[in-house]
């Protein structure tokens, strides 16, 4: 008898934490602003649309993600995020003009809270390359030389 409670509190974490699970997909959105920063940088503002993938509902408190050629930062909170819907965020970018985009996604790491008050990091990959930002911030750069 006392092996089956066991198996049944295990079972019961195992479920609970399969709930809380976190899965995010992240993809850039509009830019609501391009400007020349420093000499050969580019300066955007924008959004980031995020889809709730997993199974509860979250709160994005924070967004990162940095390469030689480009640097993310979270700007705000995003109100709650359930399940199966979508999102967004305020986002500042930062591209440098003389490293052309690169090819390959720029990781982004995420820190959520689900509603059982737990803060969870996330990673995702955000494709730059042949994005509205990208053709906004190749012509900004032109621009500027």
């Known amino acids: 008898m006392l092996g089956g409670v066991g198996v049944n509190v295990l079972r019961d974490s195992r479920d609970q934490r399969e709930r809380r699970a976190v899965s995010l997909v992240a993809m850039p959105a509009s830019a609501t602003g391009v ?14 649309v995020l889809v709730n993938a997993g199974s509860a509902p979250i709160t994005v408190h924070a967004a990162t993600g940095q390469r030689p050629d480009a640097r993310i930062r979270h700007t705000g909170q995003s109100g709650l995020i359930a399940p199966g819907s979508t999102g967004s965020i305020d986002v500042e970018v930062r591209f440098d003009c003389s490293i052309p985009i690169e090819g390959e996604p720029l990781s982004m790491r995420f820190s959520v809270e689900t509603d059982d008050h737990q803060d969870r990091e996330v990673h995702y990959p955000v494709a730059l ?15 500027l030389r």
Do not use: F, I, M
């Open 129 to 143: 390359l042949n994005t509205s930002w990208h053709r906004d911030v190749a012509q900004t750069c032109e621009y």
């Open 35 to 48: 400007s020349g920063g420093s000499p050969g940088r580019v300066q955007l503002h924008g959004r980031l």
